[in-house]
């Protein structure tokens, strides 16, 4: 926890208190309101994984942050303008220069999300014996990375893992880590080292310009790719903006420009600092590497001027990744994870601070002390926030990262955190109230809370579709 007196604050516009969201609202979505008891029947006979659950019996969603945002005007704009053509649709054009422009790279194909450009990427650069290190490989990232029998391994600084130090930039690289991998397997064993900013599964925390620096002169050393993992990449900036030496009077672009030149390849889930619904792309700078995940990219994806997009996706993806950099619009997004992580910490919730760029993690293994990993104390927490206030989190504990070893025996996952991801320009401050009210409510009847079983799960990431039981 950030100690009292820490603090990274942000100020409103022209000097005011306030920090107000920048765009008012023009369309709007009714949310239906349920109450406690439906809500306990609808969570069982979702067998208590919230992803099994229909969104319109959720009143909050902080599930996830990808894909949920609202898009602007000139997005919806760019919607009516968008170019079906098969092959040479303008719209490509218009992606193809602004994704180059931010990015600084040569070579950009678009793909339907981001997995989808990590599958591309990883099955060129993976394979049995291959290692792949990352300051913490999103779930998707690892996936894919052991689909093709190679191993990932994270390298996260441990101050990532402290929830009482302030480190300003706790998504970064352990450097040290990472130069003892490269020399115990060996550069030629490295399939690419990738740098998620932000650091998702880690807190949404960021990773400075230096961290960056740093990793990239290794790998360059050894000449190992370095892979940016880039859905957040905005956000990221904003935060060396505001807490890195010598970057206070840079744009956001400019920060995202450099941390990208330190790069060999991009992937990026559009869903997030691009604001749209879905979309993606990969970015490279190698010819040769460029040619062969074409081949795939047209094999699985779509030919070379859609991926997996329709013309007017690519218009939005264009429109919102410039939007995405705005710095009012950062500013206000910031301030608003902060203002939520604050209400919690007020209220004697576990929260992770100082607050990531897109979401809020809570510590449920301290906030249900009394219910043992093994027994989920997380997903306990989300379908508590769930049933109490029909606020929808996410876990990611033991459930997403739990493993089991030689005899099947469970092997929980270092933390158990809850996720609560703010969807882009979406809900106002009153629903962030809203959600710290529910908390309050959870906490107040935190003794009586149980913990949960599997009783059904799949091999690859369970915690989409595993069932559970409440013990
Ligand atoms: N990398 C990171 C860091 C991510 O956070 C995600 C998705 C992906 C890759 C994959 O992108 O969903 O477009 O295929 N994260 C979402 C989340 C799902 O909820 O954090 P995708």
Sequence with gaps: MLPDGVSFAVKGHMGFKTIIEPFRVKSVEPIRLTTTVERKEYLRAADYNPFRLDSRKVIIDLLTDSGTGA?????????????EAYAGSPSWNRMEEVVGSVTGMKFILPTHQGRAAERILYTQLGGTGKIFISNTHFDTTRANIEYTGARAIDAVIQESFDDDSAYPFKGNMDVNKLESLVSSHGPE??????????????????????????VSAICRTHEI?????????????????????????STCREIALEMFGLADAAIMSAKKDAMVNMGGFLALRDQSLADACTQVLIITE?????????????????????????????????ASTRFLADRLHTLGVPVMRPA????????????????????????????????????????????????YDGEGRPVPAKRELVRLALPRRTYTQSHLEYVAEV??????????????RIVEEPRFLRHFTARFERL
């Excluded at 892979?227 to 009077?249: H, M, T």
């Excluded at 809570?362 to 926030?385: E, K, M, N, S, T």
Aim: aromatic share 10%; proline share 3%.
């Design 71 to 83: 898009m602007s005007t000139n997005q919806w704009a760019g919607v009516m303008l968008g170019d």
């Design 189 to 214: 064993m490295i399939g690419a080292v990738i740098l998620t900013v932000t650091n998702n599964s880690g807190g949404g925390q960021p990773v400075s310009m230096q961290n960056a620096r740093e």
């Design 225 to 249: 790719p370095l892979v940016l993992d880039c859905c957040r990449v905005a956000e990221n900036a904003y935060f060396i903006k505001l807490r890195e030496k010598g970057y206070e009077s």
């Design 302 to 334: 779509g030919f070379t001027t859609y991926g997996g997009l329709s013309g007017r996706d690519m218009e939005a993806i264009a429109t919102g990744l410039e939007e995405g950099f705005d710095e009012h619009y950062l500013h206000y997004r910031i």
């Design 356 to 403: 990531g760029g897109h979401a809020v993690y809570v510590d449920g293994g301290a906030f249900y002390a009394h219910i043992p990993p093994a027994r989920f104390p997380a997903q306990a927490l989300v379908c508590d926030l769930y049933i109490t206030g029909g606020v929808r989190t996410v876990e990611i504990g033991s459930v997403m990262f739990g493993k």
């Design 439 to 452: 908390f309050a409510e959870v906490k107040h009847q935190k003794q009586s809370a149980t913990g949960l």
